[in-house]
């Protein structure tokens, strides 16, 4: 069967210091440059979480407030894997739902990992064990509304969560109280 997702012939899969196996540069890569796009199938949460998560884990990207795409058997399982580790401190990010690119210049050898902050609005708490310096500890499904993430990943959200995060600050701005001292004639 075809791989279902796309991993640059930069990129080899080996074994991650940060869990399992993760997704490795093999040549430098340039900032902007695509790493990797997701594949899958379009699902909604009920049949992620019924059907899916249970048999094959945390495979989903999501793309919606009640969709993601995800592999449904074991066998699409491996063919749609990225590799791509989550770090606190990420060189991936996100251009579009699906497309994984370099934030920045990487060199060769450096693993290949993304902050989930930058895919997922869910409802969960993990323990992270990325290692990274800046290390958040705690991860949640929420970390995308944290201000200085939200300035550190600014461009590489999913377009996902760059609408919700336009939608959130758009709604703060208008309750903002107004000046209305200039709008008095005396």
């Known amino acids: 069967m075809t791989r279902l997702s796309y991993l640059s012939p930069k990129t080899e899969v080996r074994e991650s210091k940060i869990h399992g196996r993760g997704l490795f540069a093999t040549v430098d890569i340039a900032k902007d440059e695509i ?67 370099a934030m920045r210049d990487i060199r060769a050898g450096e693993e290949l990992a993304h902050d989930w902050a930058m895919t997922d609005d869910n409802h969960y708490s993990v323990e992270c064990k990325c290692g990274a310096p800046n290390c958040r500890r705690v991860l949640t499904g929420k970390d995308w ?3 200085e993430l939200q300035k550190r990943y600014a461009g590489y959200f999913s377009a996902y969560l760059t609408r919700k995060i336009a939608a959130s600050c758009h709604s703060e701005q208008s309750e903002e109280p107004h000046n209305r001292s200039s709008d008095h004639t005396e």
């Open 145 to 147: 509304q944290r201000p």
């Open 35 to 101: 790493v990797a796009v997701k594949g899958g199938r379009i699902v909604n949460r009920k049949t992620l979480r019924e059907k899916i998560t249970s048999r094959l884990g945390p495979v989903e990207i999501q793309i919606d407030d009640d969709l993601f795409i995800a592999p449904v058997s074991n066998e699409e399982r491996e063919l749609s894997m990225l590799y791509s580790n989550h770090s606190c401190d990420a060189n991936l990010g996100i251009r579009g739902e699906i497309t994984f690119v």
